[in-house]
């Protein structure tokens, strides 16, 4: 498994922090900041989303480049 990217981690750390407020928010009875909360998990998901699309890409990106390597090499090999 390779590193996660930027977006996947600040995806997570927003789920992280709306999970909080909305914790917070359900605790203390406070509606707005319970549904701030459940809006930033929301966004957190999304964006971890995004980069794990994102992530697949530059995988399939790689993946094409070894193969086209692997082809050249077989090939210079005869």
Do not use: C, Y
């Amino acid at each position: 498994m390779s590193v996660p990217n930027r977006d996947e981690v600040e995806g997570k750390f927003e789920q992280a922090k709306g999970w909080v407020k909305d914790k917070a928010g359900e605790a203390t009875g406070n509606r707005d900041l319970e549904a701030e909360g459940e809006v930033q998990n929301a966004e957190g998901k999304t964006q971890e989303s995004w980069g794990k699309v994102k992530h697949g890409v530059g995988d399939a990106v790689d993946a094409v480049g070894d193969a086209v390597s692997d082809a050249g090499d077989r090939i210079n090999k005869g």
